[in-house]
Every structure is written in structure tokens, then in C-alpha cells.
T-cell receptor, first 112, second 110 residues
Framework: DVKVTQSSRYLVKRTGEKVFLECVQD?????MFWYRQDPGLGLRLIYF???????EKGDIPEGYSVSREKKERFSLILESASTNQTSMYLC???????????FGPGTRLLVL | QKEVEQNSGPLSVPEGAIASLNCTYS??????FFWYRQYSGKSPELIMF??SNGDKEDGRFTAQLNKASQYVSLLIRDSQPSDSATYLC??????????WGAGTKLIIKP
């Protein structure tokens, strides 16, 4: 079974803090994705990566950055957390064909 | 802006009946279509995908695709309380990225 893990289920941070969210997959997938999910808005793509050290902006990259130093690990970084970044963050991975995505359990982030 | 639209619901269906979930999309170049299920507090999981016009069946689930009308639907036969969840439609557009609908909340009433 594909397993995607995320470093935290719940996080509480203060405005202005630098926040790191980590995602690890164990299936040697090429592709990894970071989404945020908000009520009524569905899944919105923040960043994705098709290879190690490669990254591409998604639909809402502002205020975020990513790092992919190893194939299995994809990190999302909030450079200076703001209250409007309070959300559920979901990591996903897929094989070379980026259609069937496997999701991690999610991190619910609250920025105060 | 490429879009995928779903009725947010909730859609309430009696146990044992057929639940019908619909999704429309704006990008005529879309290639692949997916239905994911998301239980409350959990992450999405793939139910099925469809590439060609027509019906595709998998157990109690049937996906229907009509590219001319730009809609895709999911039918759930013999609905069970365990089918109560939010169903997300995702479309692979002409730019090869998945575009997600906001989901339809389905409630199966015993």
C-alpha cells in the first residue's frame, strides 16, 4: 500500500512565525503535491514537484515555498505565517502519470 | 479560468436507493476524470476514473462521462450509510494539471 505521511496532524503557530510542513512518501513516486483545503473552495494547488530539486508553482503559491532535496520528501514552508493561511494542508504523491494521487492524512494549521 | 463545478449539497438519499452526483467542467480539452471520496476529517481517496465517453462500472459505483455536454457523474447503487461522505470531482485539463471541484456532501439516511 502507498503510504504518505505528514509531520503533524495539528499545528498552532503565531503570526510571523516560519512554519515547516513535511511530507514523506514510501512508494518511490516521481510526483509530489501540496494543497490547501478550505470549506467551499475545494482543493487548491500550492506547489508541485515532478523530480528531485524541481518545483513548480501551482494556483496559489504566494506566501509559500517548497523544498525537495530527496525523492521521498517534499516540504512546504510558510515564510511568515499569516492568519489567512489557517487551513487544512494536504500532501499527495503519484507516479509519473500524475492522475491517481495518494494523499497524506493532512495537517490542520491554525495561525493566531 | 478553468473550472470544475459541483453542487455542494448536502444531498440526502435513503438507504438502498441510488445516489447521483454530478460535475461539470469548463475545459473542453480535458482528458481524464476522477471521483474521490473524503470522509469527514480524513483525506481524499480515489474511487474511480474515466477517460472515454459512456459508462464505467466498478461494483456499486458507475461513472458516466459526456464530453460533448462537459459533465461527468457518479452513481452509487444500493447506497449504504458508510457511503456518507463528500465526493470530489477532479478533471485533468489540457495543461495536464488536476482541477478539483469543491465537492458534494452526500448523506445516506438509514
Amino acid at each position: 500500500d502507498v503510504k504518505v505521511t505528514q509531520s503533524s496532524r495539528y499545528l498552532v503557530k503565531r503570526t510571523g512565525e516560519k512554519v515547516f510542513l513535511e511530507c514523506v512518501q514510501d512508494m518511490d513516486h516521481e510526483n509530489m503535491f501540496w494543497y490547501r483545503q478550505d470549506p467551499g473552495l475545494g482543493l487548491r494547488l500550492i506547489y508541485f514537484s515532478y523530480d528531485v530539486k524541481m518545483k513548480e508553482k501551482g494556483d496559489i503559491p504566494e506566501g509559500y515555498s517548497v523544498s525537495r532535496e530527496k525523492k521521498e520528501r517534499f516540504s512546504l514552508i510558510l515564510e511568515s505565517a499569516s492568519t489567512n493561511q489557517t487551513s487544512m494542508y494536504l500532501c499527495a504523491s503519484s507516479e509519473a502519470n500524475p492522475e491517481t494521487q495518494y494523499f497524506g492524512p493532512g495537517t490542520r494549521l491554525l495561525v493566531l | 479560468q478553468k473550472e470544475v463545478e459541483q453542487n455542494s449539497g448536502p444531498l440526502s438519499v435513503p438507504e438502498g436507493a441510488i445516489a447521483s452526483l454530478n460535475c461539470t467542467y469548463s475545459d473542453r480539452g480535458s482528458q481524464s476524470f476522477f471521483w474521490y471520496r473524503q470522509y469527514s476529517g480524513k483525506s481524499p481517496e480515489l474511487i474511480m476514473f474515466i477517460y472515454s465517453n459512456g459508462d464505467k462500472e466498478d461494483g456499486r459505483f458507475t461513472a458516466q462521462l459526456n464530453k460533448a455536454s462537459q459533465y461527468v457523474s457518479l452513481l452509487i447503487r444500493d447506497s449504504q450509510p458508510s457511503d456518507s461522505a463528500t465526493y470530489l470531482c477532479a478533471v485533468k485539463g489540457s495543461n495536464y494539471q488536476l482541477i478539483w471541484g469543491a465537492g458534494t456532501k452526500l448523506i445516506i439516511k438509514p
